[in-house]
Nanobody, 125 residues
């Protein structure tokens, strides 16, 4: 069993920045593909970004391309999501997800084995 804990959410200003972190309870995180998803009020959860287990491959949903960066810190067992040029449409609960072994596609919820509880991000216009 792997526990994922997100942090770094809060209130951000439009045009500003926030950084989310996801810490995994097991050091074998190095073998996991990781991703961030988000759920806006009244909407279904959607893919935001993924990163392969070796960090060499990343992917983003189009609406955050060029504004968000996903990265991983193996020493701290952490995956981060740096969010810049925030928009009100970025508001939602952000979830960290992990898949044992390598990702096949990375964009679909069904591919992931473990999920965090989520952290709220609110962008004020």
């Amino acid at each position: 069993q792997v526990e994922l804990e997100e942090s770094g959410g809060g209130l951000g200003q439009a045009g500003g920045s926030l950084t989310l972190s996801c810490v995994a309870s097991r050091r074998t995180m190095i073998t996991y593909g990781m991703a961030w998803f988000r759920q806006a009020p009244g909407k279904e959860r959607e893919f935001v970004a993924f990163i392969s287990k070796d960090g060499g491959n990343t992917g983003y949903t189009q609406s955050v391309q060029g504004r968000f960066t996903i990265s991983r810190d193996y020493g701290r067992n952490t995956v981060r999501l740096q969010m810049h040029k925030l928009e009100p449409g970025d508001t939602g609960v952000y979830y960290c997800a992990a898949k044992i072994y390598e990702l096949l596609d990375g964009r679909f919820e069904r591919e992931y084995d473990y999920w965090g509880q989520g952290t709220q991000v609110t962008v004020d216009s």
